[in-house]
């Protein structure tokens, strides 16, 4: 499994940068608004962490009909080699995702809830799928049961010939909320989970190791008074 991270916080992807098991990063609007951003530095704030992060970094249209998000795709786009344009999962998303895979331009189809959905935004050319999770977690259904069906639903089929560079379709985890939910995303076989910050910081802790580390320094203290 990769990892990705889910924000638009310069110093968080520094950080997780730093760490090297950083595969990418994605953002939405509202990630880039908890920053402070402005709509005018969006573009710099994107290359600014296409500079940080040399994985896919996924930025995301707020267009409406295909023709807006394909002109937006293709502006992401020139901002640097590594941005994937994130799609909604609409019907217009799903024409603007074709347009822009035939341009060689790789989709993230984002807000992906069924598996009819994942292998529509398949066939539409979608280089990556994002199922949230943690979405359905809010409605009291099961985000993961959801997640599980989409991983096995795609990894069934080779849809290869319909994205960008015919690579195989990725599936990402999305809308994260655990260190659980990326346990359990490993372990149904999903490609890629991106996490908020966070999270990632939990998935490093555990109190058996904090209590082997606090063991071993009080052991080498007595060493060291010895």
Known sequence: MKFFLDTADL??????????ALAGVTTNPTLYARTGGKLSDFHNHIKRICDI???PVSAESVAMTREEIVRDGRELAEIAP????????????????RTLADEGIPVNMTLCFS?????LAA????RYISPFVGRFDDISEDGLEQLSNVVSAIGGYDFSESTVNHEQVEIIAASIRSANHVTQAALMGA??????????????????????????????EKVQNA
């Open 53 to 55: 992060v040399d994985g």
């Open 11 to 20: 110093d968080e992807i520094e950080e997780a940068a730093s760490w090297g």
């Open 191 to 220: 490609d890629i989970a991106t996490v908020p910050f966070a999270v990632l910081k939990k998935m490093v802790q555990h109190p058996l190791t904090d209590r082997g580390l606090d063991a071993f320094m009080k052991d080498w």
């Open 123 to 126: 066939r539409a050319g979608a």
């Open 82 to 97: 590594n941005v994937v344009v994130k799609v909604p999962t609409m019907v217009e998303g799903l024409a603007a995702t």
């Open 115 to 119: 598996v009819p959905q994942a292998i």
